[in-house]
Nanobody, 122 residues
Framework: QVQLVESGGGLVQAGGSLRLSCAAS????????MGWYRQVPGKQRELVAH???????NYADSVKGRFTISRDNAKNAVYLQMNSLKPEDTAVYYC????????????????WGQGTQVTVSS
């Protein structure tokens, strides 16, 4: 019913920047919360940044002041601008959207993107 497609990962040197994008498509009535998570092998997936439907944001302490989350409701998209990247930011990044689906009596479902690799070299 709903698909999320991520883009923007890659290899960058420490101190560099990347911008991740995640767009939803399908039977969408609206989207509530959106977020970005990351995961490294052997560890649990962790929240990086979160944005509410009203635009309120919160960040993991490790990325505050370096990462910025934003959304474009017209495009059903969420973005993560990552600046001053560090090797410890290396991970697979996943977007997450809580979508109100038109074909299910306007119930909310949680969807995940396919993941995009971010590698920061020292």
């Amino acid at each position: 019913q709903v698909q999320l497609v991520e883009s923007g990962g890659g290899l960058v040197q420490a101190g560099g920047s990347l911008r991740l994008s995640c767009a939803a498509s399908g039977s969408i009535f609206g989207i509530n919360d959106m977020g970005w998570y990351r995961q490294v092998p052997g560890k649990q997936r962790e929240l990086v940044a979160h944005i509410t439907a009203g635009g309120r944001t919160n960040y993991a302490d490790s990325v505050k002041g370096r990462f910025t989350i934003s959304r474009d409701n017209a495009k059903n998209a969420v973005y993560l601008q990552m600046n001053s990247l560090k090797p410890e930011d290396t991970a697979v990044y996943y977007c997450n959207q809580k979508v109100v689906v038109t074909t299910t009596l306007l119930s909310e479902y949680e969807y995940w993107g396919q993941g995009t690799q971010v590698t920061v070299s020292s």
